[in-house]
C-alpha cells in the first residue's frame, strides 16, 4: 500500500499568512493526488485534483505542485474561511489511502 | 443539482450487521465510479470502498474487507454498503463519494460527498 504522510499536523497563522503543506508519497505517484478541505461536522470538499489543477468554485489562492513523490498544498493569502483541516489522497492505486491531515488553526 | 444523501447509519452491537444506502441525484449515476470513506470520531479520512461505474470492478481496504459488501443499483440511482462482522473499530461518519469524471475519464479527486450518516457500534 502506499503510505502518504502529510506535514505538518498542525500550523497556527493569521490572516494573509501564506500557508504551504506538503504530502509526500511512499512510492511514485505521477499527479495522482487530490487535496480536500474539511471543516468541523461537515464533509470533505475538493480543492485540488490531479495535483495542480484547480476545482471549479474554489478560490485562486489555492494552488497545488508536485508529482512523483512530493506534493505541495499552497494557500497564498489566509482567509478566515480557510481555518480547517487539509487532506491529501492518492489515487495512483488501490486503497486510495490519505494523509494525517494538517490542521491550519488561528494564530 | 448534484445530491448525495445517506441513510442507514445508527447504533448496532459488536458482531452486527448494517446496509447504509447512499441516494444520488441530479447526474447520470450509472456513468459515475464511487466510493465509501469513513472518518472515525476525532480521526482521519479513511477510504473504505471504490466500485466501478458497472459494479464490475471493485475494492476495498484491507480493514474491511472480507466483512463489507459495496454494490450498486443504477436503476435506482443508489450506492450500497453491507456491513456485517462490525466491530467497535468500525465506529465513524461514512460518507459516500463521487469520483471526479470528464467524459468517462477519472481525474484524481472526489469531487461531490454527501453529508455523511454516523454508525456507532457498541454493547
Known amino acids: 500500500d502506499i503510505q502518504m504522510t502529510q506535514s505538518p499536523s498542525s500550523v497556527s497563522a493569521s490572516v494573509g499568512d501564506r500557508v504551504t503543506i506538503t504530502c509526500r508519497a511512499s512510492q511514485g505517484i505521477s499527479s495522482w493526488l487530490a487535496w480536500y478541505q474539511q471543516k468541523p461536522g461537515k464533509a470533505p470538499k475538493l480543492l485540488i485534483y490531479?495535483?495542480?489543477s484547480l476545482q471549479s468554485g474554489v478560490p485562486s489562492r489555492f494552488s497545488g505542485s508536485g508529482s512523483g513523490t512530493d506534493f505541495t498544498l499552497t494557500i497564498s493569502s489566509l482567509q478566515p474561511e480557510d481555518f480547517a483541516t487539509y487532506y491529501c489522497q492518492q489515487a495512483n492505486s488501490f486503497p486510495r489511502t490519505f494523509g494525517g491531515g494538517t490542521k491550519v488553526e488561528i494564530k | 443539482e448534484v445530491q448525495l444523501v445517506e441513510s442507514g447509519g445508527g447504533l448496532v452491537q459488536p458482531g452486527g450487521s448494517l446496509r447504509l444506502s447512499c441516494a444520488a441525484s441530479?447526474?447520470?449515476?450509472?456513468?459515475?465510479?464511487m466510493n465509501w470513506v469513513r472518518q472515525a470520531p476525532g480521526k482521519g479520512l479513511e477510504w473504505v470502498s471504490y466500485i466501478s461505474s458497472s459494479g464490475s470492478t471493485i475494492y476495498y481496504a484491507d480493514s474491511v474487507k472480507g466483512r463489507f459488501t459495496i454494490s450498486r443499483d443504477n436503476a435506482k440511482n443508489s450506492l450500497y454498503l453491507q456491513m456485517n462482522s462490525l466491530r467497535a473499530e468500525d465506529t465513524a461518519v461514512y460518507y459516500c463519494?463521487?469520483?471526479?469524471?470528464?467524459?468517462?475519464?477519472?481525474?484524481?479527486?472526489?469531487?461531490?460527498w454527501g453529508q455523511g450518516t454516523l454508525v456507532t457500534v457498541s454493547s
Open positions: 463519494a463521487r469520483d471526479r469524471m470528464v467524459r468517462g475519464v477519472f481525474e484524481p479527486g472526489a469531487d461531490y
Open positions: 441530479g447526474f447520470t449515476f450509472s456513468s459515475y465510479e
Open positions: 490531479a495535483a495542480s
